[in-house]
């Protein structure tokens, strides 16, 4: 492919290669667990705002579906913002209906981090995986049921990924999609959760570009592979978090599953089970007087 040319190609080191990884995880792991400290919040008639910086401990794998994994410390800025129509942070920016306040649309991002080429792994003697950014819409609607004072959402949401090259330069990939149950324990619980369960799917320029083996780079036990498109697997997500003073704290896992998956036979995919687990501390010195 032009863009594993264009990484292989690329003057960056195992060094560099590995502070990109950390970064990307960091990002995406803050963008995740810092929207659970602004759950609930739509339910006032009045905004809600955070602000600082945090760093966050975690352990991810490699690449996705590596055997292999790497722990990280990273630190971020921080910031939460939510009206009665409008929710805004690291993740996404999503826009609520005033006269429906169970609907919301918006946009959200995400991303995965790089793979160092010449890594004891299976992708070893292969160029670098460059990190990924992917940005589309996202639908939630909330049930008018509750279980045990947990609230319930149904949600979908659409991405369109690029590789991020040498120069910040994007490379198209391709498009997935998700379906997901949610649920959050309501605002003003001392211990908050968040808990996410549903199916990916994925293009087959997406699942290509992190389960493709090249005939350039097949060798022994790992044989040339094209991946198709489809099913991508299963991920449940959970998060909880609390506050103590000036300070947020949360812990965060994600568990995937890619049994059944469409590229399950590629000889990158090592496991059938990952899972990330992290924590986080957040200094707030800007906060909303009534949050």
């Given amino acids: 492919m032009d863009i594993r040319r264009r990484a292989q190609a690329q003057p960056t080191g195992r060094e560099l290669a590995a502070d990109r990884q950390g970064a990307s995880w ?4 803050g963008c995740m667990v810092l929207g659970v400290f602004g759950v609930g919040t739509a339910a006032a008639q009045t905004a809600h705002y955070q602000g600082g910086v945090g760093v966050a401990l975690f352990l991810a794998p ?25 929710h805004l942070h690291h993740q996404h920016l999503r826009a609520k209906w005033a006269r429906h306040s169970s609907f919301s649309i918006g946009l959200g991002a995400n991303g995965s981090p790089p793979a160092a080429a010449g890594t004891p792994d299976a992708r ?5 995986l460059d990190p990924t950014v992917a940005l589309g819409p996202d639908i939630m609607m909330r049930l008018p049921a509750r279980a045990g004072g947990w609230r319930i959402w149904l949600g979908a949401r659409a991405r369109y990924r690029w590789a991020m090259g040498p120069g910040l330069q994007l490379m198209p990939l391709g498009s997935s999609a998700s379906a997901f149950v949610e649920s959050r324990t309501p605002r003003g619980r001392v211990w908050p959760i968040v808990v996410s369960f549903g199916p990916v799917f994925r293009g087959h320029g ?46 965060f896992g994600r568990y995937r599953n890619y049994s059944g998956a469409a590229f399950a036979s590629s000889p990158l995919l090592k496991v059938s089970n990952t899972l990330i687990v992290g ?11 009534d949050d």
Avoid at 26 to 29: A, D, N, S, V
Avoid at 235 to 245: E, H, I, K, N, Q
């Fill in 279 to 289: 924590a986080a501390v957040v200094w707030v010195f800007v906060r909303s007087g």
């Fill in 26 to 29: 960091g990002m995406r792991l």
């Fill in 206 to 251: 997406v699942n290509e570009y992190f389960f493709g083996v090249p005939p350039a780079y097949a060798a022994a036990g790992r044989p040339a592979y094209s991946a198709p498109g489809g099913y991508a697997g299963v991920r449940l997500t959970a998060a909880v978090s609390t506050r103590a003073g000036p300070f947020n704290f949360a812990i």
């Fill in 124 to 128: 070893a003697g292969m160029p670098n």
């Fill in 62 to 86: 490699a690449y996705p579906g590596s055997d292999s994994e790497r722990l990280f410390a990273y630190p971020y800025p921080y910031w939460d913002y939510e009206s009665p129509t409008l």
